[in-house]
């Protein structure tokens, strides 16, 4: 009897270890656990961050992402498609080319992992005092870049107001509009919209050549041609762009678009009907240096064909795919700007290289998920911004794809050529080139290279 009792007692003993032993290690392996993410401290900042400038009320998204009872619906959805990096969108494939942009509004992969582990967790609130204050944006009334400035553009450029029909073919408005500019003006930042919340719904893309005409001037080597089409005499081509994703444009310090007096333009408006009427006009504000300030260096917007010999050469069979090229020559030095392909519905990458005068090739940046419902402009940061030398190629490369593998493709029975139309296709890129005389371009080299050595330090 007493043995048993000696054994009875070393198991209790035992026992009791082992479940102090569990107990701790539980409590160890909890503090060491990561807490779930909750909305309210840590996905709420991310929305803000990266998602709320569309995803909320009166925007252009389908549903806000402002608040818990908002978000909180969409959470198997949402995780899927930042997944996915369908959202938000920002479509440059992050294993080739320039990386550093002045507007990336992609996720992290610790953003990524936080929404992901947030819905996995249950998509808790969380403590709604964690909630970061909100996010004051402006009305649709009020341009993006008051504040910067202290105020509304210097000049505000209107088109006449244009009717939509609530149903009709898509239509192209092209009006000539005259500046009143009497003296010459150095532009530091544009910005081009339409005018209402309801005009966004049947706009598609709004563009503004500038023509004027400039006695002595090397004619922009970037020119798409605008100018000559509509019998104007023109330096300067293409001036600005809207379309879903793009608001406008600020210049690098120091550099920008100069007008002339007597200034014009020529608007390219593509609406569509959805089903409404809707009366609307598209507006361009300029932002103009102070009189008497003026920077360095020009800088000019190119329209590069991906086709050789012009967009009209596109050619896609049914059930196929397609890749096209197209180059220009850089007559002079200069910085490239951004990167900002357009195609229609069978468009799926674009690429711009860098041929050197060495013959090196250097991959610029890849698109390598093109949405034709995201015309986003690519701006490269200041110290990513690539110089290139004179007689550089740059060599832009398309991707279609007419099959039915492409969930955008209306018919992949059709054979599709160039046109205006969405159905029909089209291959270039719009890229800012800020050229500069032989002595300037040496200078930024050698600028840029004792930045990079003083990072380094």
């Not at 504040?147 to 000049?155: A, K, T, V």
């Not at 509009?177 to 709004?206: M, Q």
């Not at 102070?290 to 967009?311: C, D, H, Y």
């Not at 005068?357 to 949405?371: A, E, N």
Request: overall charge neutral.
């Amino acid at each position: 009897m007493a043995r048993t009792n000696v054994r009875l007692a070393n198991y209790l003993g035992f026992a009791a270890f082992a479940l102090a032993a569990i107990v701790l290690f539980a409590n160890v392996t909890t503090s060491q656990a990561p807490a779930a993410p909750t909305f309210s401290r840590d996905v709420a900042p991310i929305f803000q961050e990266k998602c709320q400038a569309c995803h909320r009320p009166d925007s252009i998204a389908p549903m806000s992402l402002v608040t818990f009872e908002q978000s909180r619906p969409w959470a198997r959805s949402i995780r899927e498609r930042v997944i996915s990096r369908n959202m938000p969108p920002w479509a440059i494939d992050k294993t080739v080319g320039i990386q550093h942009f002045a507007n990336d509004r992609s996720l992290s992969e610790k953003e990524i992992d936080t929404i992901v582990r947030w819905v996995d967790g249950g998509a808790a609130q969380g403590d709604p005092r964690d909630m970061p204050k909100a996010k004051v944006w402006p009305d649709d009334s009020v341009w993006n870049f008051a504040q910067l400035f202290g105020g509304p553009p210097d000049l505000i450029v209107k088109t006449p107001l244009y009717t939509v029909p609530a149903v009709a073919v898509d239509s192209w408005y092209k009006p000539m509009v005259e500046t009143g500019l009497s003296e010459p003006r150095w532009v530091r930042a544009i910005e081009i919209r339409p005018a209402t919340v309801k005009g966004r719904k049947v706009t598609h893309h709004a563009l503004a050549r500038l023509l004027q005409q400039e006695s002595g001037a090397p004619a922009n080597p970037l020119d798409d041609g605008g100018g000559a089409a509509a019998g104007v005499a023109t330096t300067d081509g293409l001036f600005m762009e809207w379309a879903v994703g793009k608001q406008g444009e600020i210049m690098r310090p120091n550099s920008g678009k100069l007008m002339l007096p007597g200034a014009r333009f020529v608007f390219e408006v593509h609406y569509h009907s959805v089903g409404e009427a809707i009366t609307d006009q598209v507006e361009l504000g300029i932002y103009f240096y102070p009189r008497g300030q003026e920077p360095k260096f020009r800088q000019r917007l190119g329209f590069f064909n991906a086709v050789a010999g012009g967009s009209r050469n596109i050619d896609i069979p049914p059930n196929s795919k397609f890749v096209t090229q197209g180059t220009t020559t850089m007559t002079r030095p200069g910085r490239v700007e951004n990167f900002q392909p357009h195609m229609h519905l069978r468009g799926k990458a674009m690429s711009v290289e860098a041929i050197l005068p060495d013959g090196t090739t250097t991959m610029l940046s890849k698109v390598d998920r093109f949405d034709f419902n995201w015309m986003t402009n690519y701006i490269f940061a200041d110290d990513a911004a690539p110089l290139l030398p004179r007689g550089t190629v740059l060599r832009v490369t398309a991707w279609y794809d007419n099959t039915r593998d492409n969930r955008n493709n209306p018919d992949p029975d059709q054979w599709v050529g160039y046109g205006d139309r969405t159905v029909d296709e089209m291959g270039h890129a719009w890229i800012n080139v800020t050229y500069m005389t032989d002595e300037e371009f040496a200078a930024e080299v050698a600028k840029r290279k004792q930045t990079a050595a003083n990072v380094t330090r």
